[in-house]
């Protein structure tokens, strides 16, 4: 439960019950005709939620939400699923513009993720059938690839179905309803452009759609094609809500509050310009008078006493050479300058490099261009016979910055030509400090120069086909279907300039050649005898290819052209070693040295390459040391379904009407492989920092098979009685068989109650399931990390776990260890797919209303309708990744240390016990809990402006969602140890403890209220829509953290975290974005429309890029659409 609350719900209920939201229509009795119209000789037709084919003025017992795309064209948006995000049951969907935010995967790709419980966890069908997967390893669906302009409108069912529609309709089930030839009488077209005030993200969306009939309505036919277009933001487009001005969540201290004019005590604090202070994009060099092992451990410490009220650090003490030092833009040596220090990883300002949002290359909106062809057909071959086919192919092409990779511990020779004058004179200086040890100078920095910009290109690609029959049994409604569905989705992922390892560290340890080289006293000199006749070198800052003719004292080149050696091998993942164990060569044991595994030393290609200073990297070296990877990804879906449906109306019925049945077949089949690039499949990764080897999918790939039984009922008990207008209950069920898990079942039971035509009430209960997707079970093992100082037996943490961690800890490390006096700022770990995962089970329940009154006060109330539904879903065993951080604390918090927790960690004796490696995995392991009330009000009535002139009609509207339960229990310590039945106090601790149960409800993302108001105004060719979207105040920070638990008296007591974080960032406030459009019918065959979105410019939250708006802020849009 949310302690801190600015809103009161009951102005807000009030607000609902009076005002508008966005026109969303519903499956209920007198809907209007723009939900769900049905031709007028009232046949049935299928809707979402059941195979059985259900009479309009029928309620059906599962709530289902309706919106049409006369909507998503008013709205403004080119994406049908940032339209569908605004209903509060989708609001944690991803469309394209915020994809870049969710990784790598997703760029460019819209997803739709019902109550937040997961996209995999969202079936998304087309017509009804399934849809090939978008994303590698996953069964989410890109659903940008269905061609918006043959979008009939898209229901969305809330609720497991999974025994209508198989797995992975946990949540519920988004459905496409597509347009066919009978709905067109000629071609279709739409233009629309749009442009932000502030004159960027520009929006170009164009489509043509035709389709008709033929010989004589036997036989119709269909085709779309659209093209689509965003150019994107980078992080510096938008300077005050992004890149440094983005504020992220930071531990803060007195010294800090006091300069953000926030509470001294206040333990958190959102801060801009949040920094990493032990790299930077200038290069951050240390010089030490030893050769110290442990470079980044001896940086890290200063760092850790830097004082948080000075901007400079330290002098080596008897020297005034600062221990850290900087080039500058300008190319001068210089201290570093930490910023305001906020602990070992954090600082305000200063040289560091820019963390995550703050960094204002990386991609905001990703730039973006799709094209989509589909097309269909249907004939008659014989009355009751109709053969039906369709097919359609959809690219995307779009780009990302979404990181930038950096080392932290990089050595440069003392010997190094690139090293400025100012850091060559302190050599000796050092050298006199301490004449018997070897000094030594690290470089900390980015990868970033003027021709290494990083980044991701993605293409995917999508096809889909489907071909049938249809049969129905003449004289009655029996109709049998079955059709074979085929779909592939192809991604090619180029990462641009991924760093090789072994390049990169052989090409930073440049030379100058002397005269020795060049005489001939040095017989390893690559273009000397036998060699191969020219080096890349550097010569005046030029990049030049010298031969024994050319070369001249001071040329710049790899010292392994020289030495026919390589870099150590401790810096990079090699290939065999060059020589044996103990081998000594000139004094030197080279037998850590390892063979290059992308290029042979001596060949004359490594090129030198200076890393020191900004934009520094560059030129050949940056060519040969830096390259674009490719990846490919191809996923396959098989699909086969047999229906038989009808109802036993031509011979049988029930007091309340005919019984409606439906029972099948289906058997699925989906593929995933993934190929990594060629340097990836070398005796391991060579690329950046990542030291685990990174394995492709087997060569056939892997699938998941499915072969499944269905069947439905609606048994309408009765009807037309006084108080019993409809009685109906419906029953369905579902058993499948997977070559992964084996065998499960589901179900779902329903009912409806209709005591009059004006109201009507229904329920349902249904045990739904969801196999383990491929990523999930098969996924190949890649690379996880684990910040240094998120060891649980660091002194800053051992105390915050179970009563058991501290004991344990000892048995690892001593007392006050510190767990950043490390090698480095990570620690490497794998992690992969896990072919043991079993099924997720989901338990949902919905009860709910719905009021339609007619006839009431003349007539007044007839255009009004009110609708609640309540909702409980429970989803047990669900699968879910551990972090490092999560197995690391398992491990520890247990009441013993022989686990499976600490079988996947490693530790160092040798550096105090720390943590050296860790394996991760998925588990089933969670369990998902989401409680609420969906609410929707919609008013239409005539304008009541009077006089002898139609006004046409207003419609109001109201949608929305009252969040009661949201949570997550993800911590196996809790699950374990429950299990194992401890004393009472220690298990009502963890209960209480919401650090081991994540409670989300009033969180930033699962707000207590979500509300769309909607006004309407139609007449005659003029239309003009408001729309708002309120979002109600939540906590800026975990429920965990907002809460102190502690034992008084024998009691736990959960109380407010008082000194938390200043009341101003305590909480988000409400939000409310407001958009208008307007449309205007020319004549028949065109219409004119645009608008604004985000009337009022409304900024996202602090800390937040996406809630309760997007960056792209004030949004101007035009368009155009008719028909000839």
């Not at 969303?24 to 037709?45: F, K, Y």
């Not at 801009?272 to 951050?284: E, F, I, K, M």
């Not at 991609?363 to 094209?371: K, M, R, Y």
């Amino acid at each position: 439960m949310t302690f801190f609350k600015l809103t009161s719900h009951a102005i807000l209920l009030a607000a609902a019950s009076s005002l508008p939201a966005v026109a969303l229509a519903q499956d209920v009795a007198g809907s209007e005709p723009e939900s769900r119209e049905l031709e007028a000789d009232g046949d049935s037709i299928v809707v979402t939620g059941s195979r059985i084919a259900t009479d309009s003025t029928t309620s059906l017992a599962s709530p289902v939400q309706v919106v049409t795309a006369e909507e998503f064209k008013n709205s403004g948006e080119i994406s049908i699923a940032q339209t569908l995000r605004e209903l509060p049951a989708l609001q944690g969907s991803d469309p394209a513009t915020l994809s870049s935010a969710q990784g790598l995967a997703l760029t460019g790709a819209s997803t739709l993720n019902l109550r937040q419980l997961g996209t995999d966890r969202t079936l998304v069908l087309q017509d009804g059938r399934r849809h090939v997967p978008g994303i590698a390893g996953t069964a989410t669906v890109d659903v940008a690839s269905i061609p918006q302009a043959l979008v009939s409108s898209v229901e969305v069912l809330t609720g497991g179905a999974s025994a209508v529609y198989g797995a992975d309709a946990v949540s519920g089930v988004v459905n496409y309803v597509m347009r066919d030839g009978r709905d067109f009488d000629g071609l279709e077209y739409r233009l629309q452009t749009g442009i932000s005030d502030k004159g960027d993200a520009e929006e170009v969306f164009g489509s043509i759609a035709g389709g008709g009939t033929f010989q004589d309505g036997r036989g119709s036919a269909v085709f779309a094609v659209e093209y689509t277009h965003s150019t994107g933001l980078l992080n510096r487009d938008r300077p005050d809500i992004a890149g440094p001005g983005f504020s992220s969540l930071n531990p803060s201290n007195a010294f800090l509050n006091e300069i953000l004019g926030l509470d001294p005590d206040a333990e958190q604090a959102f801060v801009p310009d949040r920094r990493l202070p032990v790299s930077s994009a200038g290069s951050t060099i240390a010089v030490d008078p030893t050769p110290f092992a442990s470079p980044f451990g001896q940086l890290l410490s200063f760092v850790n006493n830097f004082n948080p009220a000075t901007d400079t650090v330290p002098n080596i003490p008897g020297t005034n050479i600062p221990v850290l030092q900087v080039i500058d833009e300008g190319g001068n040596v210089r201290a570093f300058n930490p910023g305001i220090s906020t602990g070992a990883f954090n600082a305000i300002g200063g040289d560091g490099i820019f963390i995550g949002q703050t960094a204002p290359g990386l991609t905001l909106i990703p730039e973006l261009t799709q094209v989509t062809a589909a097309a269909g057909f249907d004939y008659e071959i014989t009355p009751t016979l109709t053969f039906f086919a369709d097919a359609k192919f959809s690219y995307t092409e779009t780009s990302d910055v979404s990181g930038i990779p950096f080392s932290d511990d990089i050595p440069i020779a003392l010997d190094n030509p690139f090293l400025p004058a100012a850091i060559q004179n302190q050599i000796p200086v050092l050298d006199a400090l301490l004449p018997d040890q070897t000094p030594s100078i690290f470089v900390a920095r980015d990868n970033v120069g003027s021709e290494t910009d990083s980044g991701t290109s993605l293409e995917r690609s999508t096809i889909r086909a489907t071909g049938g029959l249809r049969w129905e049994a003449p004289g009655s409604s029996v109709a049998f279907e079955a059709f074979y569905a085929w779909g592939r989705t192809e991604v090619d992922d180029t990462f641009r300039n991924a760093r090789l390892n072994d390049r990169y560290f052989t090409a930073i340890d440049a030379v100058a050649l002397t005269a020795a080289d060049l005489d001939g006293t040095n017989p390893n000199v690559a273009f000397g005898p036998g060699g191969v006749g020219s080096l890349n070198a550097i010569r005046n800052g030029e990049d030049i290819q010298i031969t024994p003719g050319t070369a001249e004292v001071g040329d710049i080149v790899c010292r392994s052209e020289l030495t026919g050696l390589p870099a150590p091998a401790a810096l990079f993942v090699g290939g065999p070693p060059l020589y044996a164990p103990g081998t000594i060569i000139d004094g030197t044991d080279v037998s850590d040295l390892t063979r290059p595994v992308t290029f042979q030393v001596g060949d004359g290609t490594c090129a030198p390459l200076n890393i020191l200073g900004p934009n520094s990297i560059g030129g050949a070296g940056a060519e040969f040391a830096f390259v674009d990877l490719l990846d490919n990804t191809v996923i396959e879906q098989q699909q086969f379904l047999a229906v038989l449906s009808g109802d036993t109306g031509h011979f049988f019925e029930l007091p309340g009407g005919p019984i409606g049945f439906a029972t099948g077949f289906e058997w699925r089949r989906d593929q995933s492989q993934f190929t990594r690039a060629n340097f990836f499949s070398i005796e391991g990764n060579v690329v950046t920092n990542n030291s685990v080897p990174l394995f492709n999918s087997p060569t056939d790939g892997q699938g998941i098979s499915v072969y499944e039984g269905f069947g439905e009922i609606n048994l309408p008990l009765l009807g037309d009685l006084p108080f019993v207008n409809l009685l109906e209950i419906t029953a369905s069920g579902r058993l499948s068989d997977y070559n992964t898990i084996g065998s499960t079942e589901t179900y779902s039971f329903g009912g409806i109650y209709s005591p009059f035509e004006w109201l009507t009430f229904r329920g349902t209960w249904s045990r739904a399931v969801r196999a383990p997707n491929i990523g999930e079970l098969f996924a190949p093992q890649g690379a996880a990390f684990l910040d240094v100082d998120a060891d649980p037996c660091d002194d800053g943490n051992i105390n915050n776990g179970s009563s058991n961690r501290p004991d344990n800890c000892l048995q690892f490390v001593a007392p006050g260890f510190d767990s950043s006096d490390f090698l480095t700022a990570f620690v490497t770990g794998t992690t992969g797919g896990n072919p043991d995962l079993t099924e997720e089970t989901s338990d949902s329940f919905t009860i709910g209303g719905i009021f339609q009154p007619r006839g009431i006060l003349g007539g007044a109330l007839d255009g009004l309708t009110l609708i609640a539904d309540y909702y409980d879903i429970e989803i047990e065993d669900a699968v879910g990744s551990l972090t490092g951080a999560a197995i690391a604390a398992a491990c520890v918090d247990l009441p013993s240390i022989d686990n499976q927790f600490c079988d996947a960690i490693e530790r160092d004796p040798n550096n105090g016990g720390a943590i050296s490696s860790f394996t991760s995995g998925n588990i089933n392991l969670a369990v998902l809990r989401a409680r609420g009330i969906d609410f929707e009000a919609r008013y239409r009535f005539d304008a009541p402006f009077g006089g002898n002139r139609d006004w046409g009609f207003f419609e109001l509207t109201a949608i929305g969602t009252h969040f009661l339960e949201r949570f997550t229990e993800s911590d196996p310590v809790i699950a374990q140890t429950i299990a194992d039945e401890p004393d009472p106090l220690q298990q009502e601790l963890l209960i209480a403890d919401q650090a081991t149960v994540s409670d989300q409800l009033g969180v930033i993302g699962t707000p207590e209220w979500i509300v769309n108001f909607g006004v309407n105004w139609t007449m005659d060719r003029l239309r003009i829509g408001w729309r708002g979207r309120f979002e109600d105040s939540a906590l800026q920070f975990s429920n965990a953290d907002a809460t102190d638990v502690d034992i008084v008296d024998g009691e736990v007591v959960v109380s407010p975290n008082e000194g938390l974080a200043d009341p101003s960032q305590l909480t988000t406030g409400t939000g409310f974005e407001q958009d208008i459009n307007v449309s205007y019918r020319i004549n028949d065959d065109m219409e004119v429309y645009g608008g604004v979105n985000n009337l009022f410019d409304t900024e996202p939250f602090l800390g937040s890029l996406s809630r309760p708006v997007g960056p792209r802020g004030r949004f101007f849009f035009v368009g155009l659409s008719g028909a000839f």
